[in-house]
């Protein structure tokens, strides 16, 4: 680090200055903002008004306060808060083992991966190394996951631009994976089949035709795609040069994921912090140049064919083991050991009334979610349950670009920018 | 290029860099970190120690109440540093949403789950609770609400 450095960190530290001075976000409260609603005077065509939080295009219960002027959009605020049901508090009060079917109601859309942060964080506490086997699994079931979500970003991307044949394409692409997570967890959505030690069952007989399945005929689908929106002259007009972002205001605002990568920084962590076997698999991280919502739909798109390429690896090279660890402190027996062993039956009974105790010490533990980097920080006070358990959303740090991505722009751009944002409330709200 | 151990008490935990800094001394921190490199925030909330005043931190750490927890990240060089800070109840804490702006929200967080003020932020309200909401429920004194149910002897609503 030369003395360069300073100077450059100097002018960052200015620009960031500015970013937060910039009148881009709308910091006025409820009151105030009703008071400014709407101007007196007719010739004044400024006013504020409330997009959400019932508007279709915002993804669930988001509600964003706009200053327009005609139909730019000046300064906005997002606000958030309408989900909020207390899960960090509620992981307080559940034990490790009881933890995954908590978080996995936080990102709705992607399940697993809170389940995999939470689990890795948990292992880490615990000082467990997990099968070979369970870790492919994991990477097998958490890219699937990515594809489903993407998928549903491509569905409702699409049908909040107008394009709503897109959407059933999008769903329907969407389902057969879910058939293959409910084929393989016993549930659509909300799994609880990532657990500290490993995953909850081993895969089922006929797994490797249900996926081949999938394999074979995805890539078609996703030409489609191709057809419909990339390289259609109204989904670019409406779609190249709307949310612009900055490599610079990105890192400043914490946004990650295809957010980032779109303004063309490949910061990956299946790359750059690989978790699980990554290192093992071939795939490439997919950047954008302009940061625009083009960017962020095609980089989308094209990750789904990476996690393919992923998924197929993981279909040929899946290796054999347990799916668990075979730490009876931490996994239950076998059912069939229950009904012969003693102590299984113990073993089976403190798992499921007291839990296992986990070492004192806390952890950060980070995977890339489809939406960016997915934390869970965990806090063990060397009891059965954590101490703080608390997930570090990639939503709802992004969500704070919006007001960045939105300012200048037309009221029906924000549709196109909100979507593009791809949020899950679920998750930002926790 | 700043040493970690110039900005606090160094140490691990599970194999990841932690710095205990003191209290106050997390904006200089985050700055000089800043200097080297780290420039995202990824990650920045509140601990609440209470009923566990004898847990290990590392030599020469007063542990207090609280602790806040910031998570910063070097993308260039791929490196992690997590910073705590031990607080007591109703410290005043300085933003650093000056120096990483991705912080104001969790900040926000921090200030509605924990009731820590953040001065110098742009706009410290509540963020995920009603304006209106009274205490922080993240604090281990704000108990768990039930919902009442007829059943006797069940446990009533707080």
Request: glycine content about 8%; aromatic content about 8%.
């Amino acid at each position: 680090m030369a003395v360069t450095d300073k100077v450059d960190t100097a002018a960052l530290i200015q620009h960031r200055r500015d970013l937060v001075a910039s009148d881009a976000v709308l910091r006025i409260s409820e009151a105030e903002a009703a008071a400014q609603a709407s101007p007196g005077d007719p010739d004044d065509e400024r006013m504020i008004i409330n997009m959400g939080p019932q508007h279709p295009s915002t993804h669930g219960v988001l509600r964003i306060t706009m200053e327009l002027k005609g139909e730019v959009v000046m300064r906005s605020r997002p606000v958030i808060g309408y989900l909020h049901t207390g899960m960090e508090k509620t992981g307080e009060d559940l034990t490790f083992l009881q933890g995954p079917t908590n978080v996995t109601r936080m990102d709705y859309a992607s399940p697993l991966f809170t389940e995999l942060a939470f689990s890795l964080a948990t292992e880490q506490l615990l000082g467990l190394e997990i099968p070979e086997r369970a870790t492919w699994i994991r990477m097998l079931m958490t890219e699937l996951n990515r594809m489903s979500s993407h998928l549903l970003f491509l569905a409702t991307n699409g049908m909040d631009l107008g394009a709503v044949g897109v959407m059933i394409y999008g769903w329907k692409e969407r389902e057969e994976v879910l058939r293959f997570f409910e084929m393989v967890t016993g549930l659509r959505m909300n799994h609880n089949y990532i657990r500290p030690g490993g995953v909850a069952a081993d895969l089922p007989d006929g797994w490797e035709d249900a996926l081949a399945k999938i394999l074979t005929e995805l890539p078609a689908r996703l030409d489609e795609f191709d057809v419909l929106m990339t390289g259609q002259p109204i989904w670019r007009e409406r779609t190249q040069g709307v949310g612009v972002l900055t490599t610079a205001d990105a890192i400043a605002l914490g946004a990650t994921g295809p957010l980032l990568r779109s303004t063309g920084d490949a910061w990956d962590l299946r790359r750059d912090e690989p978790y699980l076997a990554y290192p093992e698999v071939d795939f490439d991280v997919v950047v954008g140049t302009y940061g625009d919502t083009f960017d962020r739909y095609a980089i989308r798109l094209n990750e789904i064919r990476e996690s393919m390429r992923i998924v197929e690896h993981c279909l040929h090279n899946m290796p054999m083991g347990d799916y668990r660890v075979d730490d009876r402190k931490v996994t239950p027996p076998p059912r069939a050991r229950i009904d012969q062993s003693m102590e299984a039956l113990i073993h089976h009974f403190k798992l499921f009334t007291e839990g296992y105790s986990v070492p004192e010490g806390e952890v950060y533990a980070a995977v890339e979610s489809p939406r960016g980097e997915l934390g869970c920080y965990l806090v063990s006070d060397g009891s059965p349950k954590p101490l703080r358990m608390h997930i570090r959303g990639p939503s709802f740090v992004n969500l704070q670009t919006l007001p960045h991505l939105l300012q200048g722009g037309l009221v029906a751009d924000a549709v196109a920018i909100i979507s593009s944002v791809d949020p899950i409330m679920g998750e930002v709200d926790r | 290029m700043t040493e970690l151990a110039d900005l606090g008490v160094t140490g691990q935990s599970r194999g990841q860099d932690v710095v205990h800094v003191e209290l106050g001394g997390d904006h200089d921190a985050v700055r000089h970190l800043f200097d080297d490199g780290f420039t995202m925030c990824v990650d920045l909330t509140a601990v609440d120690y209470l009923g566990y005043p004898n847990r290990a931190v590392a030599e020469g750490v007063e542990t207090e109440r609280f602790e806040l927890v910031v998570g910063l990240l070097d993308l260039e060089h791929r490196r992690r540093v997590r910073l705590r800070m031990q607080i007591s109840d109703g410290v005043e804490l300085a933003t650093i949403t000056d120096i990483h702006p991705g912080a104001e929200a969790m900040e926000r967080e921090v200030f509605d789950m924990f009731g820590f003020e953040f001065t110098g932020h742009p706009y410290l309200k509540r963020i995920l609770l009603p304006e209106e909401w009274v205490g922080h429920p993240l604090r281990k004194d704000y108990d768990i609400g039930r919902i009442p149910v007829q059943f006797k002897d069940a446990p009533q609503g707080r």
